[in-house]
């Protein structure tokens, strides 16, 4: 085990891949020269050459349909889109091509693709860089989505989703990228796709969150501990496919759920996964599913109000509690 | 022009032109009948006229090289060796079709011919294309991506992000415009600031040029001497092939936007008749030996109807199959 940030471990993973297999390239906006907007790309350009770190022209539609091209052609892309924000921009070659050409062409092809993506709030940058979009990505079939929490995870996730066959969405939170943790030094070390992780054992009520959530819930977990509360921490790290083992499990010995989702409430995650627990586990629930959500709003600048807009410690609390409540 | 044709190709060469053109007409054809019939459901966009530019570039090109085109693409299919049976039983949603029935008209793939897909999003190709010739010289094969679009798509941002990457990082993309003057009823001039296609290039340096889409030795001698340049520089080309539809966009269209006098000046230059004409003319073929190919295009065809017909349908677990590896 070595103590790194979740951006060391994240570019560890690139540079392990790499090393790991000649027909990983690595492309981006700024990733060689200027080593990544978010430094995760930091000495690709020295150690692997401007053959396999390639910088791009600020042309993100583009910058995923040269992947594809690239993956179809037997390659192994790795894609930076500097923030998760230009994805939108990138929508049609994700959605229209890359999720669906295996499929309409009779699976005659795969892509062994990779994108990954800075993305999350709260960092003051207004309401055209704080976005998270996960739920946009989940809501296409014909691609995984991951979004870890940990360094460890992160390192093991980006490893599985270079190595998988599948177009994957890699989602990495900016507010993470210098949290540190535990990561293993085994090269060979990896994160299965599709396996969520109880990150926490608890008895009272399973707490779902997923990337930055996850750090916060373990922290509403740690200080409801002292009050008698006990909480199950369920870090999802796979978006698609979802993990409904794992969760319905712990649901099922807690009774009780709140689900975090930092991206927007209409139509969220944290829907998704409220319906499939009452689905799965209505005779057996204490208390209705509760979700804690990013406010339907455009991320608005200022501190004081940006705040209010993502779940924070003190609502996630609130709604534990709430679910605990004999009157909820 | 005249008797020059085997100076361009041996004669076996010049004939196999007539028959792809010949069949991928036959073959389209049959696809109006067999929609009205019901039996092809869906988009159906036909390709009746341009048949000079699928099999004109299709020869100028190797084998190795590959081939992206947009939703009018049966014919490019076919040409590059596609079987017509299994192409028609993709349009009639079975089984056996060449791509198990998932794709439809306007997602034909054949990755053995190096055929790579048929988009249905306008110029979706264009970045696949890149990414593929990126690969290709990565890998150090000696391939030419050559992508087809319309004119509707040079509008489209990813024209202009491709161009600029090919020409960026230098790749052997071959840009091949069929030009057949109108994005379904909107013409050139009226979605294009510059209607001259061609001339569209010198913002990213890269060469092109224009050509008859009506004849077919024109398209191959001007695709063959652009893929080889391709080969050459290791750098982007541009060619623009003015072409027809005698048909609509697609089905749905009975294209009233054009006027009778236009279809007539278009049909005059129709690519069949003319290069029959010129085989028997040249001395390469007689009518006689050209009704035989035709009658064997038409029996081909018969064929490919009747195993569309008799295919059975996908299986209902299919739905799950193909989707993630």
């Known amino acids: ?328 | 022009m005249e008797a020059q044709l085997r100076k361009v190709a041996p004669d076996q060469e010049l004939l196999k032109f007539y028959d792809q053109m010949f069949i991928s007409r036959e073959f389209e054809e049959r696809c109006a009948e067999q929609y009205t019939k019901g039996h092809i459901t869906g988009f159906l966009h036909l390709y009746s006229g341009q048949e000079a530019v699928a099999v004109g570039a299709t020869a100028g090109l190797h084998r190795d090289d590959y081939i992206l085109s947009a939703y009018r693409e049966h014919a490019q299919a076919i040409v590059r060796g596609a079987e017509p049976r299994r192409v028609m039983a993709e349009l009639f949603g079975k089984a056996t079709g060449l791509c198990k029935g998932k794709g439809g008209s306007m997602h034909l793939f054949a990755p053995d011919l190096n055929f790579m897909g048929g988009y249905a999003i306008v110029g979706g190709q264009f970045p696949i294309s890149v990414g593929l010739a990126f690969a290709a010289r990565y890998r150090g094969e000696d391939r030419v991506a050559a992508c087809f679009f319309g004119d509707g798509a040079v509008n489209q941002g990813t024209f202009h992000e491709s161009l600029n990457w090919a020409q960026l990082w230098q790749l052997p993309v071959l840009f091949i415009c069929e030009n057949n003057f109108y994005g379904i009823g909107t013409e050139v001039h009226r979605s294009s600031a510059l209607a001259s296609i061609h001339k569209r290039t010198c913002g990213y340096d890269i060469p092109s040029e224009k050509v008859d889409g009506m004849d077919v030795i024109a398209v191959y001698r001007a695709v063959k001497y652009a893929a080889e340049k391709v080969r050459e520089t290791g750098r982007p080309y541009f060619i623009e092939a003015t072409t027809f539809r005698f048909r609509g966009h697609s089905m749905a269209d009975p294209g009233k936007y054009r006027s009778a006098a236009e279809n007539d000046m278009w049909k005059a230059r129709d690519p069949l008749p003319n290069y029959a004409n010129r085989l028997i003319v040249e001395g390469i073929a007689t009518r006689a030996a050209l009704d035989d190919i035709e009658a064997r295009c038409r029996t081909t065809v018969d064929e490919a109807v009747t195993f569309a017909e008799e295919s059975p349908w996908p299986e209902d677990r299919e739905i799950w199959e193909d989707i993630y590896v």
């Open chain 1, 1 to 328: 085990m070595s103590e790194m940030t979740y951006r060391d471990a994240l570019n560890l993973a690139l540079k392990e891949e790499m090393r790991h297999d000649p027909s990983v390239v690595v492309l981006g906006e700024d990733v060689a020269l200027y080593e990544g907007a978010f430094k995760v790309t930091r000495g690709l350009l020295s150690e692997f050459g401007e053959e396999r770190v390639k910088d791009t022209p600020i042309s993100e539609n583009t910058i995923i349909g040269v992947s594809v091209g690239a993956a179809m052609g037997g390659l192994r892309p790795v894609a930076e889109l500097m923030t998760v924000n230009f994805a939108l921009l990138a929508m049609d070659q994700i959605v229209n091509h890359m999720a669906k050409i295996r499929s309409m062409f009779g699976g005659q092809t795969c892509l062994p693709m990779t994108i990954r993506m800075p993305g999350g709030g709260g960092s003051q940058l207004g309401a055209q860089h704080s976005q998270s979009l996960e739920t946009y990505f989940m809501h296409c079939p014909g691609m995984y989505v991951l979004y870890p929490a940990t360094p460890a995870d992160a390192k093991g996730l980006l490893k599985s989703a270079i190595r998988n066959n599948n177009p994957v969405i890699f989602l990495e939170h900016e507010l993470l990228y210098n949290s540190k943790g535990e990561v293993p030094d085994d090269p060979e070390f990896l994160v299965p796709i599709g396996k969520a992780d109880v990150k926490r054992a608890g008895e009272q009520v399973t707490i779902v969150a997923y990337a930055r959530m996850t750090i916060l819930a373990l922290q509403v977990a740690d200080e409801l501990a002292s009050s008698g509360i006990s909480c199950e921490v369920v870090d999802l790290r796979s978006l698609t496919p979802l993990d409904d083992e794992t969760i319905l499990t712990s649901v099922r010995k807690t009774g009780r759920a709140v689900v975090v989702e930092e991206c927007w409430r209409t139509c969220g995650l944290g829907a998704e996964i409220a319906s499939r627990i009452h689905e799965q586990c209505f005779d057996i629930l204490k208390a209705p599913v509760k979700r804690v959500s990013g406010l339907d709003v455009p991320m608005p600048y200022s501190r004081k109000i940006e705040k209010l807009c993502i779940p924070q410690v003190e609502t996630i609390t609130q709604a534990v509690m709430d679910v605990m409540s004999d009157n909820y």
